[in-house]
């Protein structure tokens, strides 16, 4: 996000100019609309029913539901109903649909809104138009034409509905007679007369014979076991056998005729105390004995006939009642397949008279309705004339541009950031190059052109050395003499990928920051196709590097003092025509050799790196090199593509300067003003400034 900011930033020109530019364009457009009116009638949609349907529509219609609404709204838009307001108010003549192939489409797009009130039953109807009279006459002209429309639609609808209702009603008669004569012939035919009086009977029969089916049962059930206990002591055999029985236990004549038995054997016990067998009393009573146990035997024997047969009548009765019950069953089964039938063909009867009777009262309904002219839509309020147009919306429209505009022109600069691939950040150079960056260096033209001044550039650091440029320089001397732990480069070679992207710039402002800190620098110009710092520091040329290489001239005869700047400087001398040849050079490297015994600090301008050699074959014979990179030019592929050569040959590539930072971008103000670097940094001692000392970071000094 930080980063997506400061393009924004960078880019705010072309932001405000396109936000500008929609402004313009919305204040234009604005000024040159011609004014449009809008007019609105509302118009309330009841929810009542209409009186009179088709034979298929008898159940209500529920005209709450959103599709009746939505039917409605869209008939307001329809076709029909937009050429009806459209030749009653012969707008064919307004110039805006004079030679339209299709003016009423063109009219119910532009003209006509329809908008339902939310939570409500009503409807606005609005027309535009650029006439304010006008618009209010099309909108009290749609919405009359709509609530006469639909009136019509409803007396149409009862004529037709009368006269389809008239067809019907024949029909149905027939239905009904033809009904009523096949329930009456089915009745002849089966002698169902009284379908439910018949079933009550018959239920009533069902139950009282079924109540004495189950007494015949128990009956039968009681006299069984009597009978089975019969035949059990008829086996045993003798009229004795029967002596157990309850009935027998139970009779009172056999009863009384055992009690005269038994007084006869009393009478028979005393008179054989008093007589012999064969006296005549005594013979008496044995007659009468003999003749009491043969009425008893019988008797007896009577009774269990008696059971027997009332057994076997027992039986028979209830045969005869589960028979008579077989029966009633079968003719209720009978009854009730009867049933069914009749009850199919008198609920057709009754179907056919209730389809009659409502027919009959919705054709009454219909020549009713066909006199009333009820509507159940109506206007609430007509269309006025509008006194103020609704477009154009300056206010609104002004806005929309601001909006579209920043929208637009953020939208640019982040596509265009997108599109821009060099590298911006110190990230950026790390992650490519995999070395550190050293420093950040603002972009000091920029700065000078603010300032109006015409000195040169490369001399920022000894012309204000409290600057910030030169306060990024001595950042960046600080960086290279302990970028590494265990010694300093005292050869420091300074390139670039491509040309102008400021190695001669750091290589001078590098120096002179050395000088500054108090040690003995020499400045070598080992640019051999443009070398530029004779005229920087205004120094003769004649006798420069080439020549010590070439001719081994004694090496006081090239060195030039600047004075001013307490910076000894050998120029580049006549440019040759082999450089590279001249920098791989033995006699180069004894002279690079040379100057670092002789010196503290050997900085070195040398070529830029891509297609060239020079920078390759110096880089071998130095301690360090320093890579340069134009933020926002160089691009990552450049400047990787150039550095290639430098590790293969194995040069100690110590990390890389970024130049021409925006001075009031994020990342300067981040990496430069703090300090990007790998441990140290210096300030003024107080009371001191012409002393330097070196502090660490994380010291309290450096607070």
């Known amino acids: ?9 960078r880019r705010r020109g072309l932001v405000l100019a396109f936000a500008g530019a929609c402004l313009a364009v919305a204040l234009l457009g604005s000024l040159l609309a011609t004014p449009r009116y809008r007019a609105s009638a509302k118009v309330l949609i009841e929810k009542e029913n209409p009186n009179i349907l088709f034979f298929e529509q008898v159940l209500d219609l529920d005209t709450t539901q959103d599709d009746y609404y939505q039917t409605q709204y869209r008939i307001l838009k329809s076709r029909a109903l937009a050429e009806t307001v459209f030749q009653k108010l012969d707008l064919g003549r307004d110039p805006r649909y004079l030679g339209d192939d299709d003016a009423i489409a063109t009219f119910l797009d532009e003209a006509i809104e329809v908008a339902p009130i939310r939570s409500s039953r009503l409807v606005e109807v609005s027309a535009k138009s650029f006439d304010p009279y006008q618009a ?64 009550k009977i018959g239920a009533q029969k069902l139950w009282e014979v079924n109540t004495m089916v189950l007494k015949a049962r128990a009956d039968r059930i009681k006299l069984e076991k009597r009978y089975q206990r019969l035949q059990e002591l008829k086996r045993e055999g003798g009229a004795a056998r029967y002596q157990s029985l309850a009935e027998i236990l139970r009779d009172p004549l056999i009863q009384e005729m055992k009690i005269r038995y038994v007084d006869l054997l009393s009478q028979e016990s005393e008179l054989r105390q008093k007589y012999r067998d064969e006296h005549p009393r005594l013979l008496e009573v044995h007659a009468q004995m003999a003749s009491l146990a043969a009425r008893l035997d019988q008797e007896i ?36 397949a009867k049933a069914i039938q009749y009850e199919v063909l008198d609920r057709e009867v009754e179907t056919n008279r209730q389809l009659y009777t409502d ?33 154009p919306k300056p206010m609104l429209n002004l806005l929309l541009g601001l909006v579209v505009g920043l929208v637009g022109g953020v939208s640019l600069a982040v596509f265009l950031a997108h599109l821009d ?73 300074i390139t670039s990928a491509e040309a102008g992207e400021g190695k001669t710039l750091t290589a001078v402002n590098l120096a002179l920051s050395m000088v500054q800190a108090g040690e003995r620098v020499l400045l070598l110009d080992a640019d051999l196709r443009k070398p530029r710092l004779h ?15 070439v001719e081994d001239l004694p090496l006081e005869q090239a060195v030039q003092r600047a004075e001013e700047y307490e910076l000894d400087v050998i120029p580049c001398g006549p440019v040759p025509g082999n450089p590279a040849e001249l ?48 933020v926002g030019r160089t691009r990552p592929a450049t400047v990787l593509r150039a550095s290639e050569p430098i590790r293969q040959v194995g040069s100690n590539l110590i990390g890389c300067v970024l130049n021409h930072v925006e001075s009031g971008t994020q990342d300067y103000y981040y990496y430069g003003r703090y300090g990007y670097g790998y441990g140290y940094r210096y300030r003024y001692a107080e009371g001191e400034p012409e002393k330097q000392i070196r502090v660490w970071p994380w010291s309290k000094k450096a607070a």
Not at 172 to 191: T, W
Not at 535 to 549: E, M
Not at 611 to 622: A, K, P, W
Request: with cysteine; aromatic share 4%.
């Open 136 to 199: 209010a006459e099309i909108a009290n002209a749609l919405a009359e034409a709509y609530i006469r429309q639909n009136l019509e639609v409803q007396t149409g609808m009862s004529k037709e509905a009368a006269a389809w209702l008239g067809d019907q009603l024949q029909e149905m008669k027939a239905r009904v007679e033809a009904s009523e004569q096949a329930l009456y012939d089915y009745q002849v035919m089966s002698g169902v007369t009284n379908l439910e009086e018949m079933e």
């Open 301 to 336: 024997e009577n009774l269990a006939s008696s059971i027997a047969t009332a057994f076997e009548e027992a039986r028979a009765r209830e045969q005869s009642l589960l028979d008579s019950l077989e029966g009633l069953k079968t003719e209720a089964l009978n009854l009730n």
């Open 583 to 630: 920098l791989g050079s033995a006699a180069a490297t004894r002279l690079l050799k040379e100057l670092g015994r002789r010196y503290d600090r050997v900085v070195i301008d040398s070529a830029p790196l891509f297609n060239l050699t020079d920078s390759v074959v110096l880089s071998r014979s130095v301690d360090a090199t320093l890579l340069v990179v134009w």
């Open 535 to 549: 005229k920087i520091f205004g120094l003769a040329n004649t006798v420069g590097l080439s020549r010590l290489i």
């Open 1 to 9: 996000m930080r980063q997506i900011a400061e393009e924004i930033r």
């Open 421 to 493: 691939d060099t590298m911006k950040t110190p990230e950026d150079v790390e992650q490519t190059l995999s070395v550190p960056c050293l420093g950040v260096i603002p972009n000091v033209e920029q700065k000078k052109k603010a300032a109006g001044e015409e000195a040169l550039i490369e001399l920022e650091a000894a012309k204000h050395p409290q600057s910030a440029v030169a306060e990024a320089y001595r950042g960046v001397r600080t960086s290279v003499l302990f970028v590494r732990s265990n010694s300093s480069p005292r050869s420091l070679l």
């Open 359 to 391: 027919m009959l009262k919705r054709m009454k309904e219909t020549r009713l309705s066909e006199h009333l002219k009820a509507n159940n839509i109506r206007i609430i309020d007509r269309a006025v004339v509008p006194t103020r147009p609704f477009s």
